[in-house]
C-alpha cells in the first residue's frame, strides 16, 4: 500500500512535538556542574610520597612536560655497623598543561602509583605561562582524586589479588602436605 | 471632546496590542523552537527563564549605529521599514476581538478589501529594500520576495473570497455575526490554503526563502543594521500576530466559543490566535526551506485549485441553504 500523502509532513510534526515534551539535554554548566564519568581525564595529581624521583613519567612523556628536580641524600645506617644508604630527594616536581595532551602515559607508566587522573577541569588561566603548576598545586589536586570505580560484576580478579591469592594457596598446600606427612 | 478620548484610547490600545503581542510571540518562538529541539533557548535574560530577551536584544539594537550604504538610494532605504511595518499595524486597527461594538478599532465595512490590500503593501518594505541597498543579496532577496509574490497573493484572496461568499459580507464584525460552527468543517480547506498562502506572505519557514540566510545573507534586510533592522524583525512578528488573528476571525469563528461558550469573547479570539501562532512556530522547526521554483508549484498546482474548489463548495452550499 502507497503511504498516505502528508503522512511524512505529519510524522516530522510529530517528531518536533514529542521533543518539546522531552527533558532538554543543555548542560548548564556554569551553574550546575556536571556529572563526569569515572576516570575522567580532568587534571594530573601528584602523590609524592610515593615519588622515587625514577624519572620514568618524565622520560615517558610525549611531549616533555614534566619537570623534575631532586638531589641525593645519604640516610645513616639503620642499625650499628650498617652501611650507609642514599636516597632521592624530590625537588621540584612540575606539569606545564600548556604542553600537556592528556594521553596519561606518566599515569601507566609510573611503577610507584604517585600520580593520578583527577577530574577537576577548571584550571584556565589568562597567561599560558601560568599554565605550569608546581608540586604543592599538583599535590592539591591529589584530594580531588576520586576513589577507583568498582570492578564489574564478571571482571577479572586484580592481578594484586590474583597473585596474594595463589602464593597463599601454596603456602597453605605446602602446610597440609607437611601436616599430612607427619 | 468624548469622540476624540475615544478613538485616542482605541489607539493607545491597539498600539499597545501592537507592541505586546509580536513579542510574546518572538519569546515564544525562542523558547519552543529551543525546546523542539531539545535546548533550553534563553535563560539568563530577566532572571526567569530569560523572559527579557527580547527587551535586552531591543536594548541592542538601539544602540548600534545605523548604517546607510554609501551606494544605496537613501531615502527610500531609510523609508522601507517603516513601510513594511505599518501595514501591520493598521490592519490590526480593522480586526474584531469581541462579540460587542466596541471590541474592534475601527470597524471598516470593507473588512477583507481593506485588510488583505493593506496586508499587500507590507511586502512593499521587503522590494524597496532590495532595490535601495544596492547589494546584490538584496537584490536577489527582492527577486524572491517578488516572485514570492505572484505564488500566495491569488490562493490568499480566492480563499478569503470563499468566506466572504458564505456570510454574504465582506465586513469582519458581519463575518463573525454570521459565522456558525458548521462553517468550520465547511470552510477547512479555504482555511488551510489561506494560512499557507499566508506564511508564504509572511516569508515564514518553510518559506523562508527571500531572506535564506544560508544563502543570500538576508535577503532584502542584509545591508540594514541597528534600529531599522530590529523594525524589519518587528515586522516579522506583528505579521505573525495579524496573519493568525485574521485566520481566527475568518475561519475559526472569531470571539465564538465552542458549544456556544461566547461569554470571554475577547479570550476565545487570543487563544486561537495563539494556537495558530504556536503553529506558525511549529511548521518553522520541523520543515525545512522550500525552493522558490517548489513554492510556484505548490501555489499554482496545489493551492489555487483546492482555493476555486472551496468557491465552488461554498457556492452550492451556499444556493442549497437559501
Redesign the interface.
Known amino acids: 500500500m502507497p503511504p498516505i500523502p502528508g503522512s511524512g509532513l505529519a510524522k516530522g510534526l510529530a517528531v518536533t512535538l514529542r521533543t518539546m515534551t522531552k527533558r532538554t539535554v543543555t548542560a548548564q554548566y556554569p551553574d550546575v556542574q556536571p556529572e563526569l564519568p569515572p576516570r575522567s581525564r580532568g587534571v594530573i595529581g601528584l602523590f609524592e610520597e610515593n615519588c622515587t624521583v625514577c624519572m620514568l613519567c618524565a622520560r615517558e612523556c610525549p611531549d616533555w612536560c614534566i619537570y623534575i628536580d631532586s638531589h641525593k641524600e645519604t640516610v645513616p645506617a639503620a642499625a650499628p655497623g650498617g652501611r650507609e644508604r642514599s636516597r632521592n630527594v624530590l625537588d621540584r616536581f612540575a606539569i606545564d598543561f600548556a604542553l600537556c595532551m592528556y594521553c596519561g602515559i606518566c599515569i601507566e607508566v609510573c611503577p610507584f602509583d604517585a600520580l593520578f587522573w583527577s577530574p577537576e577541569f577548571e584550571y584556565a588561566e589568562t597567561d599560558i605561562l601560568e599554565l605550569t603548576h608546581e608540586r604543592d598545586k599538583l599535590r592539591e589536586w591529589m584530594w580531588t582524586v576520586p576513589e577507583p570505580p568498582a570492578l564489574d560484576a564478571a571482571a577479572e580478579e586484580p592481578k594484586e589479588i590474583a597473585a596474594a591469592r595463589k602464593t597463599a594457596d601454596k603456602l597453605r598446600a605446602q602446610d597440609s602436605e607437611q601436616g599430612g606427612g607427619k | 471632546m468624548n469622540d476624540v478620548l475615544d478613538v485616542a484610547i482605541r489607539l493607545v490600545i491597539v498600539f499597545a496590542v501592537f507592541m505586546v503581542l509580536p513579542l510574546v510571540v518572538g519569546q515564544a518562538e525562542h523558547k519552543?523552537m529551543?525546546?523542539?529541539?531539545?535546548?533550553?533557548g534563553p535563560?539568563y535574560a530577566g532572571g526567569f527563564h530569560g523572559w527579557a530577551q527580547l527587551v535586552a536584544d531591543g536594548v541592542k539594537f538601539a544602540q548600534k549605529e545605523d548604517i546607510v550604504p554609501a551606494a544605496a538610494d537613501r531615502r527610500v532605504f531609510q523609508l522601507a521599514p517603516a513601510v513594511a511595518l505599518l501595514p501591520y499595524l493598521l490592519v490590526l486597527v480593522a480586526l474584531p476581538i469581541g462579540p460587542s461594538e466596541g471590541a474592534v478599532g475601527q470597524v471598516v465595512d470593507a473588512g477583507i478589501f481593506f485588510v488583505l490590500a493593506v496586508m499587500g503593501v507590507g511586502v512593499l518594505g521587503s522590494l524597496m529594500a532590495g532595490w535601495a541597498s544596492a547589494n546584490k543579496f538584496s537584490l536577489l532577496g527582492g527577486l524572491r520576495t517578488a516572485a514570492q509574490l505572484l505564488a500566495y497573493e491569488l490562493p490568499m484572496l480566492l480563499a478569503a473570497a470563499s468566506v466572504a461568499m458564505a456570510a454574504g459580507t465582506v465586513s469582519l464584525p458581519g463575518i463573525l455575526n454570521a459565522f456558525q460552527w458548521w462553517w468550520l468543517p465547511w470552510q477547512i480547506v479555504g482555511a488551510l490554503v489561506f494560512f499557507v498562502a499566508g506564511l508564504a506572505e509572511l516569508q515564514r519557514p518553510p518559506f523562508d526563502m527571500p531572506v535564506a540566510d544560508s544563502e543570500i545573507i538576508f535577503g532584502a534586510y542584509t545591508e540594514y543594521s541597528g534600529l531599522r533592522f530590529a523594525l524589519f524583525l518587528l515586522a516579522e512578528y506583528a505579521g505573525i500576530v495579524v496573519l493568525c488573528g485574521l485566520t481566527t476571525v475568518l475561519f475559526l469563528g472569531g470571539w465564538h466559543g465552542p458549544l456556544g461558550a461566547d461569554g470571554l469573547g475577547w479570550v476565545w479570539t487570543l487563544l486561537k490566535t495563539a494556537v495558530l501562532a504556536f503553529v506558525v512556530i511549529?511548521?518553522r522547526?520541523?520543515?525545512p526551506r522550500l525552493r522558490e521554483d517548489q513554492l510556484q508549484k505548490l501555489a499554482w498546482t496545489v493551492l489555487i485549485p483546492l482555493a476555486l474548489a472551496q468557491i465552488a463548495l461554498t457556492g452550492i452550499v451556499k444556493v442549497a441553504i437559501d
Open positions: 519552543v529551543a525546546h523542539m529541539q531539545g535546548r533550553l535563560m511549529w511548521l522547526v520541523t520543515y
